[in-house]
């Protein structure tokens, strides 16, 4: 059975900055479009970031120039460096990954998981 586990949340003053990381554990073939997502208190999920297994990379406005997504494809890590923290990006942050699985000799692909959650506190 195949997780994401996830790590580097935790609690960082504003203006800080911390790492998230995230991989799937498990039997899998390849890693194809991995994001982060976060909920505030009280909002909706939303999209923080993504980045395509060709690199290409996606922000939600708010955090653009200050937070940066990569993948190292031979470790299956997606990262997500996060600087110049505010207050307002305070939630639990979900990592999600497209993995693709080897079946009867065909590849796979479209099958989406969810990590379990990673709380980032930016608070002074």
């Known amino acids: 059975q195949v997780h994401l586990v996830e790590s580097g949340g935790g609690l960082v003053n504003p203006g800080g900055s911390l790492r998230l990381s995230c991989a799937p554990s498990?039997?899998?073939?390849?890693?194809?479009?991995m994001s982060w997502y976060r909920q505030g208190p009280g909002k909706q999920r939303e999209l923080v970031a993504s980045i395509k297994r060709d690199g290409t990379t996606q922000y939600a406005d708010s955090v653009k120039g200050r937070f940066t997504i990569s993948r190292d494809d031979d470790n299956y890590v997606v990262i997500l460096q996060m600087n110049k923290l505010k207050p307002e990006d305070t939630g639990v942050y979900y990592c999600?990954?497209?993995?693709?699985?080897?079946?009867?000799?065909?590849?796979?692909?479209?099958?989406?998981?969810w990590g379990q959650g990673t709380q980032v506190t930016v608070s002074s």
């Open positions: 999600n990954a497209d993995l693709s699985f080897r079946r009867d000799g065909l590849i796979i692909s479209g099958y989406d998981y």
């Open positions: 498990g039997d899998f073939f390849r890693t194809n479009d």
